[in-house]
C-alpha cells in the first residue's frame, strides 16, 4: 500500500489551461504539503494544510488554489497554466507530536505546460 | 530564517570509496535535520533525521550523518560506494508553525565502476 499518493504521475497540457493533481495520504497524518521541484532540482514548499485549515502559503500566485475535502486528501488546483508552472510537483505528509518529524513523499506529477 | 548549503552540487567517487556529502544549516532555534534522496523520476525518500537526541545518526543503506553544533553542519558519509548508491541527495531542516522543510539546493552523486 503507498502511504502517499498523487495523480496523475505526469500531466502534458497547453498553456492558459487549467488542471488538477490530486494527493491523497493513509498514514492517518494531520498534516501535508506541496512542494515545487524546479527544472534545477530545487525543492521549495508552496502550502501546508493542518486537518484541512490552510496555514502556510508560501508567496505562491493566486492561479495555485490548494483544496482539502478531509484530512487525507490535498489536492492542487491551477488556473490559467503558464510555461513557468512547468515542475515537479510533490505532496507530502507529517504526523502531529515531538517526535513525528518525518515528513513522507508521494511520488511527484510531473507537470509540463506547452 | 533558516537555511541549508550544500557544498558540491555534483560529486564523483568510485565504487568501494568513501561518500562524503557536505551539509550546512542556519537556525535560530535547536534544528531538525534531514537527509532525503531521490532515484532518477522517483520521490523523495527519507535517508536519515536528526531530533535533538544522538549526534550520530544512523540512516538506510549504510549512511549516517553527525551533527556538529559547533560547525553547524550535517554531512552524510557512507563508508563505501555501491553503484547503486547514485542518486540527487538533499539536506533540509524542518522550522516554522507547520514544520516545513528548507531544503539544500541537492547534490548529485556519481559513482564510478
Known amino acids: 500500500d503507498t502511504a502517499v499518493s498523487q495523480t496523475p504521475k505526469y500531466l502534458v497540457t497547453q498553456m492558459g489551461n487549467d488542471k488538477s493533481i490530486k494527493c491523497e495520504q493513509n498514514?492517518?497524518?494531520?498534516?501535508m504539503y506541496w512542494y515545487k521541484q524546479d527544472s534545477k532540482k530545487f525543492l521549495k514548499i508552496m502550502f501546508s494544510?493542518?486537518?484541512?485549515?490552510?496555514?502556510i502559503n508560501e508567496t505562491v500566485p493566486n492561479r495555485f488554489s490548494p483544496k482539502s475535502p478531509d484530512k487525507a486528501h490535498l489536492n492542487l488546483h491551477i488556473n490559467s497554466l503558464e510555461l513557468g508552472d512547468s515542475a515537479v510537483y510533490f505532496c507530502?505528509?507529517?504526523?502531529?507530536?515531538?517526535?513525528?518529524?518525518?515528513?513522507?513523499f508521494g511520488p511527484g506529477t510531473r507537470l509540463l505546460v506547452l | 530564517a533558516q537555511s541549508v548549503t550544500q557544498l558540491g552540487s555534483h560529486v564523483s567517487v568510485s565504487e568501494g570509496a568513501l561518500v562524503l556529502l557536505r551539509c550546512n544549516y542556519s537556525?535560530?532555534?535547536?534544528?531538525?535535520l534531514f537527509w532525503y534522496v531521490q532515484y532518477p523520476n522517483q520521490g523523495l525518500q527519507l535517508l536519515l533525521k536528526?531530533?535533538?537526541?544522538?549526534?550520530l545518526v544512523k540512516g538506510i543503506n549504510g549512511f549516517e550523518a553527525e551533527f556538529k553544533k559547533s560547525e553547524t553542519s550535517f554531512h552524510l558519509t557512507k563508508p563505501s560506494a555501491h553503484m547503486s548508491d547514485a542518486a540527487e541527495y538533499f539536506c533540509?531542516?524542518?522550522?516554522?508553525?507547520?514544520?516545513?522543510?528548507?531544503f539544500g539546493s541537492g547534490t548529485q552523486l556519481t559513482v564510478l565502476p
Open positions: 537556525s535560530s532555534v535547536p534544528p531538525y
Open positions: 498514514l492517518g497524518h494531520d498534516t
Open positions: 507530502a505528509s507529517r504526523g502531529l507530536g515531538g517526535r513525528q518529524e518525518t515528513q513522507y
Open positions: 533540509a531542516v524542518s522550522s516554522g508553525s507547520a514544520r516545513q522543510l528548507t
Open positions: 536528526y531530533t535533538s537526541a544522538a549526534t
Open positions: 494544510y493542518n486537518n484541512k485549515e490552510l496555514i
